[in-house]
């Protein structure tokens, strides 16, 4: 994939695989030995069969001092001791890819004349950054926090970046607060613990008497907090920004990404085994679809408010805290984000890009949003702190179109500007301001009075209703689990001042039910009737659950199947239906007792990809294990083996066996609420609880199965794929089946 911004960074580019000028250094003199720093010869002192000593020259065995005149040894480790440069302060740990933004229509041109919005023709590039935002650079991807989706336009009119988050609203109303939310949920200053959670005093104690945020906490502790994959994450641009259309009227909006396939979230216990298993799991996820021909792709909507209607809500449309119902605001779809290259080294690229909220096009502008207004000025000042003034400068950070101003020096400055003047005006005209009607960023004319003072709106001092509101949207099982998410945080809370505080001050406010099922769980003893809580509103939308972004059209692509296999297995039923689930854009493995050749009894012998303790459960989306007697007496003596089914189950993951691979699940998963195909029966397919089986499946079998995604009592592809394409099967753990079963 081609565009202006892999264009420009090409300039840059060195191909390491092509480039045969040999080592040199960074002056660009060939370096003859890299291996070796210069040295004297040793010699050493032998007495003498006469008195005194003598000097003899060794062989060169014997160290001798290095010299400081090595120039290339001196370079090679300057250049080493200087790689690092200070990592973000939040938002550290990142993973990025390169793709492209494009609208479908002009249909947003009633709200802004920005031809980055308004212009089909158009394909603009991106690069998007996803971030965890409490952890260090080396931390783990999927703790608990919430996600930076942060997205930056190489436009023609210059770059626009939209920082946002996987969470539409955000802890603080006020930029002020910035320092005192960051120090309360990052490691504590005593110990520099815990790394990357918020399960701690500091955290706890800071929003349990800070109560705006409230409704923030009821999202990241929901599913939203660990993401399956930054593939299956909604993005927003959290903060209320402007648009500006030709005639000069100004709306609202807020920018939202919906992912094609679907919001899907890991289960907290999965979370916690891949931060150890495998801590770079969603870096490796996004990269493995885009290159395995799976691009990430997001639809594009907006929100708008015309200036006009701006206080016409119970709430405040400029506070960061709370969102804007879509029942009052409609979404209105207008384009799509579409990432489709990896890239190509993280350092320069994804380490060194640089966002930043101000950063817009003429157009698009910014509203009174207090916590806009903080970032406008806190994101350029920490972008000069990690990379120096010069930073828009880097390839990564440089516009595709033209760049000219009077801006001069500063450390790493890589522009040279010919001419005799660097100021306006001047004589020659050089850099002269472009007016409006010709490009020129123009600030909105907007009417303001009133007095100084440090206060907040009257709706800004409403803090709870929106909570309640996500509470109520959520389904059975994700209330569930954040109900376990804040009692596991709140137990890792050794104070009991800040967990009692919690539980008796802030909770009831949402709801009662919630509060009094986290006391139970961590302490925090509530009277039977407060008098002194909000009263509850009771009102819900169903666009605020992960379920309603379901994708229209089933799909199971770049989902994970893990094989089970050992010697013996049915080779046919293997390549059926690995090719069929691959056909379906899945990507099977094959999980074997040893990485190399395993013989099937039947059909063609497979190579597997990774033993049995080379990888677990938690890094796949469904299990299948096909029929072979010998092969099934294998895994059923192997605990391992045991353990990845119950584990899968224990994660409501779907799970497909046929023949004797039945009798695998029925070991591993003794329940009598779990119906199972015979394993020595027909080919009628049986789905109990994400769990799908048949008797046999031979090449009768396959042909008459419909190779899509469906349910029915034959097809076992089909009926696999289907519940697959489901994510998990949440009856049961609703069902209680889960808690039944070790894993």
């Known amino acids: ?5 892999i264009a420009d960074l090409d300039r840059d580019t060195i191909d390491t695989t092509t480039a045969h000028s040999g080592l040199t250094t960074d002056f660009g003199a060939k370096v003859s030995n890299t291996d070796n720093w210069s040295v004297m010869l040793c010699y050493r002192l032998e007495t003498s069969t006469d008195s005194g000593f003598r000097l003899k020259a060794t062989d060169g065995s014997t160290s001798g001092p290095s010299l400081l005149e090595d120039h290339i040894g001196r370079e090679k480790l300057h250049r080493f001791d200087h790689e690092r440069i200070p990592e973000r302060v939040v938002h550290a740990r990142g993973s990025a890819a390169h793709g492209y933004f494009k609208v479908y229509d002009d249909s947003a041109s009633k709200y802004t004349f920005a031809p980055v919005l308004t212009d089909p023709s158009r394909t603009t590039p991106v690069f998007t950054r996803f971030s965890t935002v409490q952890g260090a650079r080396g931390s783990a991807d999927t703790v608990r926090d919430v996600r930076g989706f942060a ?24 930029a002020i607060k910035f320092p005192d939310i960051v120090h309360a949920v990052k490691p504590e200053p005593h110990n520099e613990v815990p790394q990357a959670q918020s399960a701690h005093n500091n955290f706890w104690d800071f929003v349990g008497l800070q109560p705006e945020s409230a409704h923030m906490i009821m999202w990241v502790m929901s599913d939203r907090g660990v993401p399956r994959s930054l593939r299956m994450m909604q993005g927003f641009g959290v903060n209320t920004y402007t648009l500006i259309n030709a005639k000069g009227e ?8 919906i992912p094609e396939l679907g919001v899907h ?7 916690l085994k891949i931060s150890g298993q495998d801590p770079d799991f969603h870096r490796k996820d996004l990269n493995e679809a885009i290159e395995n021909g799976c691009p990430a792709k997001w639809t594009f909507a907006i929100q708008t408010i015309a200036e006009k209607d701006e206080h016409n809500f119970d709430f405040d449309i400029l506070d960061a805290t709370k969102i804007w119902p879509e029942e009052l605001v409609p979404l209105e779809t207008i384009g799509e984000l579409v990432l489709n290259r990896t890239v190509d080294e993280f350092f320069p690229e994804t380490e060194q890009v640089a966002f930043c909220t101000s950063h817009v096009v003429p157009g698009i502008g910014f509203s009174d949003d207090p916590l806009l207004q903080g970032r406008n000025f806190s994101y350029f000042d920490t972008q000069i702190t990690r990379l120096g003034i010069n930073f828009q400068q880097i390839p990564i950070n440089r516009p595709v179109c033209p760049v000219l101003n009077h801006q001069r020096g500063g450390q790493h400055n890589d522009r040279i500007h010919k001419g005799t003047v660097n100021y306006w005006p001047n004589r020659k005209n050089v850099g002269p301001p472009v007016h409006p009607e010709k490009g020129g960023y123009a600030e909105y004319a907007q009417k303001v009075q009133g007095l100084k003072q440090r206060v907040r709106g009257a709706k800004f001092q409403e803090h709870f209703d929106q909570a309640e509101f996500f509470l109520n949207s959520l389904a059975p099982h994700e209330k569930q689990h954040l109900i376990n998410a804040i009692s596991f945080e709140l137990s890792h809370c050794d104070d009991p001042v800040v967990y009692k505080t919690y539980v008796n001050n802030i909770l009831p406010n949402i709801s009662l039910d919630l509060a009094r099922a986290v006391s139970e769980q961590v302490g925090g003893a509530l009277p039977e009737n407060p008098s002194n809580v909000r009263k509850p509103h009771g009102k819900k939308s169903d666009r605020l659950s992960q379920l309603y972004y379901a994708p229209k059209t089933p799909t ?12 013996g297995f049915n080779g ?3 390549q059926v239906v690995r090719k069929a689930l691959g056909g379906m854009g899945a990507t099977p493995f094959l999980i074997g007792p040893r990485r190399g050749e395993v013989k099937a009894e039947s059909g063609p012998s497979v190579f597997v990809d990774h033993h049995f303790e080379g990888q677990r459960s938690t890094l796949f989306d469904a299990l299948f294990i096909p029929s072979g007697a010998h092969s099934a007496k294998t895994l059923a003596t192997n605990g391992r083996t045991i353990h990845w089914v119950r584990e899968a189950f224990g994660h409501c993951k779907a799970i497909g066996a046929i023949g004797s691979g039945v009798s695998i699940v029925e070991h591993a998963v003794a329940l009598p609420e779990l119906k199972l195909a015979d394993p020595s029966g027909g080919d009628d397919v049986v789905s109990s609880y994400g769990v799908v089986t048949t008797g046999k499946y031979g090449i009768a079998s396959a042909a008459s199965d419909i190779i899509s995604i469906a349910t029915g009592p034959k097809g076992f592809i ?7 394409s489901k994510h998990r099967c949440w009856d049961r753990e609703l069902d209680g089946l889960i808690s039944q079963v070790a894993f």
């Open 718 to 724: 089909a009926n696999f794929a289907h519940e697959i």
């Open 556 to 567: 199971i692509a770049s989902r994970r199947i893990a094989i089970l296999v050992a010697d």
């Open 572 to 574: 046919t039923e293997v």
């Open 1 to 5: 994939m081609s565009s202006a911004k």
């Open 250 to 257: 100004r709306h609202f909006v807020k920018f939202h990404f």
């Open 151 to 174: 997205v930056k336009m190489y436009t023609q009119e210059g770059n626009w970046d939209i920082v946002g988050n996987d969470i539409p609203v955000f802890f603080i109303q006020d």
């Open 265 to 271: 979230s890991l289960m907290w216990d999965e979370a």
